[in-house]
């Protein structure tokens, strides 16, 4: 039948997308890092436990689990960029040639870029002003409670790694972008 679908084959196509080996390896680290969301849930479960069926709350369990809950998120960018699943407006993309697409993403790339810059500029300073004292010393900012990890400096430097592989993966795409050649036959599927 010519409506038959070979599921293996669509599943093996998720990584389509892919563009680079920068971004095979942040695709990859994906599926290592979706246990961090089990993680904090089973931590949840242990704090609701103890607090309603042993009265006894712990102190550590809403910090440990807003960091990681953060950290995942923080993550997802570079993930979502990997894996060309950032959203996007479709309509005029779709309506252009091979060789107008291959336009707007380097237009896209270098707007891109410069807009990465600007984070990692401000991601530096967060960062500095997180691990550092005003006179220089490493000091970890922490969050102030009684337990007081360090999780506020580790989320702003993870802000700053994240948006730093960002500009990279997009420098990655501006030049696979400007070698790719327009003139041979679409290879993805609905491209003309």
Same mark, same amino acid.
């Given at each position: 039948?010519?409506?038959?679908?070979?599921?293996?084959? +669509?599943?093996?196509?998720?990584?389509?997308? /892919?563009?680079?080996?920068?971004?095979?390896?942040?695709? =990859?680290? !994906?599926? *290592?890092?979706?246990?961090?969301?089990?993680?904090?849930?089973? /931590?949840?479960?242990?704090?609701?436990?103890?607090?309603?069926?042993?009265?006894?709350?712990?102190?550590?369990? &809403?910090?440990?689990?807003?960091?990681? @809950?953060?950290?995942?998120?923080?993550?997802?960018? $570079?993930?979502?960029?990997?894996?060309?699943? &950032?959203?996007?407006?479709?309509?005029?993309? %779709?309506? +252009?040639? $091979?060789?107008?697409?291959?336009?707007? %993403? *380097? +237009?896209?790339?270098? @707007?891109?870029?410069?807009?990465?810059?600007?984070?990692?500029?401000?991601?530096?300073?967060?960062?500095?002003?997180?691990? &550092?004292?005003?006179?220089?010393? *490493?000091?970890?900012?922490?969050? =102030?409670?009684?337990?007081?990890? $360090?999780? $506020?400096?580790?989320?702003?430097?993870?802000?700053?790694?994240?948006?730093?592989?960002?500009? +990279?993966?997009?420098?990655? &795409?501006? /030049?696979?972008? /400007?070698?790719?050649?327009? !003139?041979?036959?679409?290879?993805?599927?609905?491209?003309?």
């Amino acid at each position: 039948m010519a409506d038959d679908v070979d599921i293996a084959a +669509v599943a093996d196509d998720g990584d389509a997308e /892919i563009r680079t080996g920068l971004d095979r390896v942040v695709s =990859g680290s !994906s599926k *290592i890092l979706a246990w961090a969301i089990f993680l904090a849930f089973g /931590i949840t479960v242990y704090e609701v436990i103890s607090r309603y069926v042993f009265d006894s709350p712990t102190f550590w369990a &809403h910090e440990t689990t807003t960091f990681l @809950i953060a950290a995942i998120f923080l993550v997802g960018g $570079p993930i979502a960029l990997a894996r060309d699943k &950032h959203i996007r407006v479709r309509m005029i993309y %779709d309506a +252009v040639s $091979p060789k107008g697409r291959r336009i707007l %993403d *380097i +237009v896209n790339s270098i @707007i891109a870029m410069v807009f990465f810059a600007g984070l990692a500029y401000a991601g530096w300073i967060m960062s500095w002003k997180a691990t &550092h004292s005003p006179t220089g010393e *490493i000091r970890f900012e922490g969050t =102030g409670t009684s337990w007081n990890p $360090p999780t $506020p400096a580790l989320l702003k430097m993870l802000v700053l790694v994240c948006v730093a592989l960002m500009f +990279v993966q997009t420098f990655l &795409h501006l /030049i696979a972008a /400007i070698r790719r050649d327009v !003139s041979a036959p679409a290879n993805r599927a609905g491209e003309k």
